[in-house]
């Protein structure tokens, strides 16, 4: 801005970040601002320290901090037993930067409603990782995604800046202002009246380290990455994309997918070959939160 199994990871390393392999971060070409802008820190009470208290979430599973108290980081469910229910959540990037508001005036789309229409009609629960940027863009379906049981809406930043250096060409959030980004993006979804929030937070690109585990850790987030990548960036053929996602869906997985028309045109489509498959195979839908109510992998 891969099917689902959910790995727990305690942590990244300095030494050599993770980098999720979506395209999607280098797609939607972001400024090449070199920080993010993080919003103004709310002011202190007198007498009180700077430092602000991590904003209360509503209730949803989460995992525990990893090691060293670092952002612990969600990548699928394990395995169910044979006689368990497959599961399989399908995630959605909802991205737009926080410099292309001229390019959506101009006339280009960030959002997807037919993807979203779809869902509905599918009656496919589902994830969006949703920039607070978007959610600006976007204010009404940003609340009609967020007040509609069948979704959950989870944090993708606010400027969808990268976390760490050299990822897919990303302008890069300045470790200070990491943590103000990601409470920018939720004021963001709060503002627009969205109240299925979870506590759920996505990299942009997938990319993070250490130091970034470091600075979202008071946030109190859980990281969500995935195990199956859809291609559905910049893909003009929705047959080759579900072809992606069912050869790499397996019980547990967690898919990554877009909610961006202009960068991730023939999604709707290929979602409506993926859900019906995936059904035949005996796959139950789930959000991310119900999926991490699963055991997780070792």
């Known amino acids: ?11 990244g390393t300095d030494a050599g970040a993770d980098r ?3 395209p999607g971060a280098a797609a939607l070409k972001p400024s090449s601002s070199p920080t993010a802008t993080g919003g103004a820190a709310a002011s202190p009470q007198p007498g009180k320290p700077l430092e602000r208290q991590a904003p209360q979430r509503p209730k949803a599973p989460s995992l525990a901090p990893g090691p060293h108290g670092l952002t612990p980081v969600f990548r699928r469910a394990a395995a169910p037993s044979a006689t368990a229910p497959r599961t399989v959540a399908l995630t959605f990037d909802a991205d737009m ?4 508001g001229p390019r959506a005036a101009q006339g280009e789309r960030f959002d ?11 009656k496919v629960p589902s994830t969006v990782f949703m920039t607070g940027r978007w959610a600006e863009e ?4 940003a609340k009609a995604i967020g007040s509609d049981p069948l979704f959950e809406i989870a944090n993708h930043s606010y400027s969808h800046y990268a976390f760490t250096s050299g990822c897919y060409g990303l302008p890069v959030v300045a470790a200070k202002d990491m943590r103000a980004d990601v409470d920018r993006a939720f004021r963001s979804f709060e503002k627009a009246g969205a109240r299925n929030v979870v506590p759920y937070f996505r990299f942009p690109g997938g990319c993070y380290d250490d130091a970034a585990l470091r600075a979202l850790a008071p946030t109190g987030v859980t990281a969500v990455q995935w195990d199956v990548v859809s291609q559905d960036a910049f893909a003009t053929d929705a047959g080759a994309v579900a072809e992606e996602v069912l050869a ?10 877009h909610c961006t028309h202009s960068a991730a045109p023939v999604t709707e489509k290929a979602v409506r070959r993926i859900v019906p498959e995936l059904r035949r195979r ?7 939160s119900d999926l991490m109510r699963a055991p997780h992998a070792p």
Do not use: E, H, W
């Open 248 to 257: 790499g869906v397996r019980p547990g997985s967690l898919v990554v997918m």
């Open 112 to 122: 997807n409603p037919g993807l979203i229409a779809a869902l509905r009609a599918l």
């Open 138 to 141: 976007y204010p009404a379906q």
């Open 20 to 22: 999720g392999t979506d």
């Open 282 to 288: 005996g796959y139950r839908f789930v959000k991310v």
């Open 1 to 11: 801005m891969a099917a689902l199994a959910a790995v727990l990871v305690g942590c």
């Open 97 to 100: 930067t926080a410099d292309q």
